[in-house]
């Protein structure tokens, strides 16, 4: 039996691996350079043959991953929620790419659990539960950290952009500047509306579909102040000035309102993660005591029902230190 567990641990190691390798593996050093070298002159040119090059540049590369995603929404319950989320974090990765590496992972965690001698029940349970969780909550982090940066330097993009229109240049010259000075997922954002804008589309569709990506609030400001000027006219670099302001100060409230729960958080992350602490701890010390847990139904019970009244109570310390602004 040992035996078996080894090779079954070393099997799915080995697979994860060739997931992982064929999932995120990049291009020779050669083909790398070249990309680089591409992105740099897409990026500095605004002639409008090189933008249409890098779209239909990544139109070829979407239909590439076509065939592999088109297998992964098979089994990926909402495949255009997660596509979304994917493009959110600003990889370029795939539902191919992201089905594999959760398909490894559950692999492994499940091999590690049969080789501690877990229920194969269990350890199935939990490996599934590690293959989903895990990379959603990692994609999550990378959502909301992209966001972050984001929403920090966007102010600054906006003032820049009312420089720019206090010199005389029109709104998508300005977009233009702003895409190429502006580092971050800002100048990625205005970069792809700069593009969208040199092949056909319209400002506001352009501006519209960086939106529905991105989904935050501050944007969504700023789409709709460009909109009310379009229809209404008025001063546009007064309007986008006070934006910037707005939105500078929307930022300080929410720091302000971080370090006042700062306190209630910590308590919170303490009191939620002791028993589990304890457990692992007591797991570590005696492992054939807590196993009773998995095996006499009424631990079993009693466990279930302490993680029910944890959740309720986790729940309802999040609403009270969760503001919204």
Known sequence: MPG???LLLAGGAGFTLLLLAAAFGGPSADKAKAKRLELVRERHSRSTEVAAQAQMRRIYAQRQNRAVDDFAQ???PNPALLRRRLEQTGRT????????????LGVVVLALLLFKGMPLLLALSLGLFAGVAVPHFIVGQLIKRRINKFTQRFPDAIELAVRGLRSGLPISETIGIVASE????VGVEFRNVADKMKIGRTMEAAL?????????PEFQ???ISLAIQRETGG???ETLSNLATVLRQRAAMKLKIKAMSSESKASAYIIGALPFIVFGLIWFIN???MQNFFVDSRLMIAGGGGLVWMSIGAFIMAKMINFEI
């Open 235 to 237: 001063n546009l670099a």
């Open 287 to 289: 492992g054939t005591y």
């Open 74 to 76: 098979r089994f990926i």
């Open 4 to 6: 078996v567990s080894i």
């Open 93 to 104: 990765w795939s539902l191919g790419q992201y089905a594999m590496a959760s398909a490894g």
């Open 182 to 185: 502006v580092p971050g997922p």
């Open 221 to 223: 400001f700023f789409v």
């Open 208 to 216: 519209q579909d960086v939106s529905d990506r991105l989904g935050t």
